[in-house]
C-alpha cells in the first residue's frame, strides 16, 4: 500500500513538473507573440523574436526592447536629455518613447505639430552613432 501510494505521488509530481514547462492551447490555431492568428510566414510564441529582428521587420518595436549595449544606451539618453532640454517641446513631445537597437532610433508616441516630430528627428540625426531613424510620432487629430 506504501509502495503504490510513493509510485502515485512521484506520477503526480512529476505530471506536474511537465505540465508547468509546457504550454497548453484550447485551440489548433498557432498565434503570434501579439495573440493575432498566424499565417505561414509568421512566427508563433514558441520561436522568441530578437528586438533586432523587429526593427528589421517594422513590427511594433517597444521600450522594452532597448539594446543595452554602451553605445545604444549613450544614443538615447543623450537624445532625451536633448528633447528635455528644449522649452520649445510640449510636455507630450518630451514623454515620446525612445528606443534604440543597433544604432537604430525608433520614435514613438504623440507630439502636437509637425515641427515638434521634425525637432526630434533632427535632434536624433546629430546624435553620433545613429545609423538610422524610425519616426513614428504621430500628431492625434
Known sequence: MLRSLCAIMAVLA???CTHESTTL???STPRTEYGDQANSTQRTTN???????????????????????EADR????????AVVADQALSMKAKNCTIITVGGV???RGNVDTVNERMSIGNKASRISGVRRIDN???IPQ
Open 47 to 69: 520561436v522568441p523574436v530578437t528586438a533586432d529582428e523587429k526593427v528589421r521587420s517594422g513590427n511594433g518595436i517597444t521600450a522594452s526592447d532597448q539594446s543595452e549595449s
Open 25 to 27: 492551447r484550447t485551440d
Open 136 to 138: 513614428q510620432l504621430e
Open 14 to 16: 512529476i505530471a506536474a
Open 74 to 81: 549613450r544614443i538615447t539618453q543623450q537624445l532625451r536629455q
Open 105 to 107: 532610433v525608433t520614435l
